[in-house]
């Protein structure tokens, strides 16, 4: 009896003959595997009984009729082989598991770069194509700023915001991953032809889409589920009402990521996305510590046993005179309001500032009775001081 393959196909070459023929995204590929056992079954399943399973729509089994798979098999390995890329299926111990956790993930990703070693705990940066010089500067800034720290920059390589997040995390030196509305193989926006080699060779290009695949309109939304999945959080830097950034904003929240949104200008339709962000509940953030403290960012720390403790050069780094004295005399154990106004004579007006200055900096912590202690410095906090202090 006639089936859709003439051959058996490997269930990793069956994903992604599904993944290229249009109708078919994660979610039918999962019932196809339910009721067949393995997608290469369902392939090699008489088309009387594909056809008679309710699961799949006539135009869906219309479209994988007439499609090639052998043909497309053969031209997807010569295309990764010529690019440099691989194809990983959401059944592959590489494939993300951060994309895993997302309703209607990829079932495939193509990829050629390698993943950034923290790839879980990778920042978004998103916003308008259209952006003015002031969201340019502080998407690059902050690009620079995680990359300088080693979290990963995820965006989209579209012109404006993304561009420059992009360029930033590599003017760091940094980790970028750019995420495509296309196949890996076409350059789109054609001026970003330079920075999509830059992240080629320097950082990480993902796809679902196979090669040769064009950037029509109904990609970008796709891409954007990506880009969010990837991320512990996003940052919208400018975005008009129906931009895209705010469609990647409205994944995050459906996948539980943080939303974080820089406020501009009242009279711009720039700052009107991440306003009306704001408004729903996402963090207003004027610097990358606005967005670190608020993410589980401890997985940034190396997990080694018996850490020596930070240098105290490095823990009192950018302390005023008077914060720098109180730090001292509480790490030598006088831990009480009294003690610290007898022992350094300081006004009361002086002595409050400067305790709720090292409060404010995460150096102390205030304890019941007016009494004091020295707050544990991590290391990538002490990364985060360092970078803001010199900047």
């Known amino acids: 009896m006639r089936s859709f393959v003439s051959c058996k196909l490997t269930e990793h070459d069956a994903i992604l ?14 019932t196809l595997i339910a009721r067949f056992g393995s997608l ?38 010569a295309a990764c082989k010529a690019f440099g890329a691989h194809a990983l299926t959401f059944q592959d111990d590489a494939y993300p598991a951060s994309l895993c956790n997302i309703p209607d993930h990829p079932a495939v990703i193509y990829v050629t770069g390698a993943f950034p070693s923290k790839l879980d705990c990778s920042i978004a940066i998103v916003g308008s194509r259209r952006a003015t010089l ?16 080693g979290i990963p920059v995820i965006s989209g390589l579209a012109r404006g915001v993304d561009a420059a997040a992009h360029r930033g995390a590599l003017r760091a030196g ?8 296309c196949g890996l193989d076409v350059v789109y926006p054609p001026e970003n032809k330079d920075l999509h080699q830059s992240i080629k060779e320097k950082g990480c ?22 880009v969010s999945g990837l991320s512990l959080g996003i940052v919208v830097v400018e975005a008009g009402l129906k931009s895209g950034a705010l469609v990647t904003a409205g994944f995050a929240m459906e996948q539980g990521r943080e939303v974080f949104a820089v406020p501009g200008r009242i009279d711009s339709a720039m700052s009107d ?4 962000l704001i408004k729903q509940g996402a963090k207003a953030v004027l610097s990358i510590r606005d967005v670190l403290e608020d993410l589980p960012l401890e997985i940034l720390r190396p997990k080694v046993e018996g850490e020596p403790a930070l240098p105290d050069n490095s823990i ?15 790490k030598e154990g006088l831990t009480t309001y009294e003690a610290l106004e007898a022992r350094t004579g300081f006004g009361t007006t002086s002595l409050m500032a400067a305790l ?31 970078n803001t202090h010199e900047r």
């Open 17 to 30: 003959v599904l993944n290229a023929v249009n109708g078919f995204g994660i979610k039918r590929i999962r």
């Open 134 to 149: 002031y969201g340019l500067k502080i998407a690059g800034d902050f690009a620079t700023g995680f990359a300088e720290l």
């Open 40 to 77: 290469s079954a369902a392939l090699q399943a008489p088309v009387e009984e594909f056809i008679a399973f309710p699961g799949i729509p006539q135009a869906s089994r219309i479209n994988l009729q007439t499609f090639n798979a052998l043909e497309f098999l053969d031209k997807d390995r």
């Open 205 to 226: 290009l993902i796809s679902e889409f196979p090669f040769g695949t064009l950037p029509l309109p109904a990609h970008f939304p796709r891409r954007n589920r990506i």
């Open 316 to 330: 009192v780094r950018g302390l005023g005179g008077d914060e720098r004295t109180l730090f001292e005399l509480i």
């Open 174 to 181: 940094g980790a970028t991953v750019a995420v495509l509305g």
């Open 356 to 386: 709720l200055a090292l409060e404010l900096r995460g150096k102390i912590i205030q304890k019941p009775g007016r009494s004091y202690s020295l707050r544990k410095q991590t290391a990538w906090q002490d990364m985060l001081e360092e």
């Open 273 to 276: 996305g991440p306003h009306a």
